[in-house]
């Protein structure tokens, strides 16, 4: 699933310049336009592909490290969470510290994080490097957009083009991730997987610094850092994905879930109140009040939650129940995967003759059908038992997704609009981290029978879901 950021999203409410020239820069040459944006594409693409491609090797970690299933939620939830918990102060810093300096740190970060992860002699260091893979993410996604912001802000057209190719890399990248997993895992075994991203970001590195202008290398500094937003928003974030990857295992009434509990509630409710009082919050809270927002921020979370947990159950159940072989579990999620560029074509040619509720609607409906269709699988089940579901599953989000966005950002000021888009993207981040968390501890038993039952659990959660995220946006076009 990409993540939704606006172009703009570098830019807070309260941006101030000093000078015309540092919103528009001399027209440059189209080659060097390209390269930058090749760069900031092979940066995208990347952060992409680890949100899918680990999902295939969940198998073969498990049998290489000893790792538990509540171990592997982790191998996942850790790199969402340092990706989601970061996203909203990436661009505070890029303003700040300069949106070159802060993409190249980005990409030195992940590279490293990636040859940490591949080199990881056990569960729990591959988990921490995973979480500094996420922050590494959320320098790369602001910062990249600003230079592109940068790069074409002589040419509107051209601004929309390269942020479209940007947008389409990532897309390739997730679409591509489960495929590329399977070879990799194939042939070389899990750790490839993560030590192919080290070229991948020298690529674009090497680009970055001989392409991407040294002006970038000096910004405005205009806004301040919300540090007791962004403390208080990474513990209580932890706390929450904490709490509900381990209460299954160690039950409700531990007292590791009751303390983890009431740190959640305690920090996010702290949260809430420092972004109420402060002056430059990194979450402005009065974006719940717009027409139209909150329900389509609680779509997007549900969206995600149930995306991102159905697949990482069907990684196990395709691999531990049916057998499947990496390459062969990779080449199933293909139609997952695959539809959804039809649909967001469809999307953007059905919002804009009635409006983005309809698609969204609509979306949530056909998503929770194809969840439904997958209550019906068993321990022998076939790749063709599966595939409606494959394909109406993503036939669903792609059509809600785009609408989704143009939801968000119609629903206030222009010049607030990559605020808001970075409130959704974050949003669905945790989300999907949730997702992980709680579908993950459904399917914790061993044999194939359990691991079955928790996915038709999983898969019946998340029909109804999509039908509770379906009826609310319901509710909020006829009120």
Not at 121 to 140: D, K, M, S, V
Not at 185 to 192: F, H, K, P, Y
Not at 266 to 281: M, W, Y
Not at 417 to 439: C, D, K, T
């Amino acid at each position: 699933m990409n993540p939704i950021v606006h172009p703009n999203s570098i830019d807070g409410p309260d941006r101030i310049t000093a000078k015309a020239s540092d919103l528009m820069p001399p027209h440059r040459p189209a080659r060097s336009v390209a390269w930058i944006i090749a760069a900031t594409s092979f940066a995208f693409a990347v952060i992409q592909l680890d949100v899918t491609i680990v999902n295939v090797a969940l198998s073969r970690i498990s049998e290489d490290l000893g790792a538990s299933v509540t171990e592997l939620q982790w191998v996942v939830d850790a790199y969402t969470l340092g990706f989601a918990a970061l996203l909203l102060s990436a661009g505070v810093v890029g303003d700040r510290l300069g949106s070159k300096r802060v993409f190249v740190a980005g990409l030195v970060g992940f590279a490293a994080a990636s040859l940490a992860c591949g080199l990881a002699p056990g569960a729990g260091f591959l988990n921490a490097t995973r979480a500094i893979q996420g922050i590494g993410a959320a320098l790369l996604v602001p910062s990249s957009l600003a230079i592109l912001n940068d790069a074409c802000a002589y040419d509107p057209r051209l601004r929309a083009r390269a942020i479209g190719i940007w947008t389409a890399a990532g897309g390739v990248a997730i679409a591509a991730g489960p495929m590329v997993g399977g070879l990799l895992l194939n042939a070389l075994g899990w750790r490839s997987i993560f030590l192919v991203n080290i070229p991948i970001c020298a690529l674009g590195l090497g680009l970055t610094l001989r392409c991407v202008p040294a002006a970038q290398w000096n910004k405005t500094k205009h806004r301040t850092f919300d540090l007791a937003g962004q403390s208080l928003a990474i513990v209580a974030l932890t706390a929450l994905i904490g709490t509900v990857i381990e209460a299954r295992p160690l039950g409700t009434t531990h007292p590791i879930v009751a303390a983890g509990s009431l740190l959640a509630l305690g920090t996010g409710a702290a949260f809430i109140v420092v972004e109420a009082r402060t002056a430059t919050p990194m979450l402005p809270l009065h974006f719940f009040g717009r027409p139209g927002f909150t329900p389509a921020i609680v779509f997007g979370v549900l969206v995600n939650c149930t995306y991102y947990g159905i697949i990482f159950v069907l990684s196990l159940y395709l691999q531990k129940t049916l057998g499947y072989s990496t390459v062969q579990a990779g080449l199933a999620f293909l139609p997952l995967t695959g539809t959804f560029i039809a649909s967001n074509i469809a999307s953007g040619w059905m919002a804009g003759r009635t409006g983005s509720r309809a698609p969204m609607i609509l979306g949530g409906l056909i998503g929770a059908v194809g969840y439904a269709l997958l209550t019906r699988l068993e321990s022998r089940s076939t790749f063709f038992d599966m595939l409606p579901g494959f394909v109406l599953i993503p036939a669903g989000i792609g059509l809600a997704v785009p609408a989704m966005t143009t939801a968000i950002l119609s629903s206030v000021d222009r010049e607030r609009s990559g605020v808001a888009s970075a409130v959704l993207n974050a949003a669905r981040q945790v989300g999907g981290a949730i997702g992980v968390a709680a579908f993950g501890a459904l399917v914790s038993g061993i044999t194939a029978e359990q691991i079955t039952s928790g996915l038709n659990i999983a898969a019946w959660s998340a029909a109804a879901l999509m039908m509770i995220a379906t009826f609310i946006l319901g509710l909020a076009s006829s009120a």
